[in-house]
């Protein structure tokens, strides 16, 4: 099983999750991003993705197919038996094409990862160094003080503050020199 779009990761809950657990994490999450509650321009598209997952983790029928990966566009691995060159033992059910497992792994469609949901770059060529994105997200970026031509912002840390103070920081930035980026659906979500 996969979690092909990142619907169990955003919710936050394993693929074993009861429907009422599943219900419950909707519920509040629905409540942070409604368009009511959260003017953030984040807020409009999170709401989206939780609408989406939930659609399909409530059903039943579309979670099976969800779980099989059938709402997936991975090519499943071709298996062959073949037997071990160096014992002349047969090898149960090797992969036949390795590069599949490697791209997967590789590729926008792992989700496993220890970093933050967003990826924060700092382009080096539009940076200023005003310093309005270390302002409102300290711990997020620091710019290079020290340095006595061209100082530049960078990243510290993607996780050490929420999206809509990173969002803020990015959207002050006059150059537009901050991207963002969402690790799960590879989108550009700022500028």
């Known amino acids: 099983m996969s979690d092909s779009k ?11 999750a009861s429907y009422k657990e599943i219900r419950h994490v909707y519920r509040r999450l629905a409540r942070k991003y409604h368009p009511d509650r959260n003017s953030s321009a984040f807020a409009e598209e999170m709401i989206k993705k939780i609408n989406a997952a939930f659609e399909v983790l409530s059903d039943e029928t579309k979670r099976i197919q969800y779980d099989r990966s059938e709402f997936d566009s991975v090519p499943e691995p071709e298996y062959v038996y073949e037997p071990d060159p ?6 149960p059910w090797k992969i036949a094409n390795e590069n599949v497992v490697a791209d997967f792994f590789n590729g926008p469609y792992f989700l496993d990862t220890p970093k933050g949901r967003f990826h924060i770059v700092v382009e080096p060529s539009l ?6 994105c270390e302002t409102l997200a300290p711990k997020v970026f620091v710019v290079e ?16 503050a929420d999206y809509e103070k990173i969002y803020a920081a990015a959207a002050t930035c006059p150059t537009k020199a901050i991207k963002i980026i969402d690790r799960y659906t590879g989108e550009q979500l700022y500028p």
Request: glycine share 8%; with cysteine; proline share 5%.
């Open 127 to 132: 940076c200023m160094a005003f310093g309005s």
């Open 86 to 91: 160096v014992t002349a033992t047969p090898e």
């Open 6 to 16: 990142g619907y169990y990761t955003v919710f936050g809950v394993s693929e074993k």
């Open 145 to 160: 003080k020290n340095k006595r031509f061209n100082p530049k912002a960078r990243v510290e840390c993607e996780t050490c």
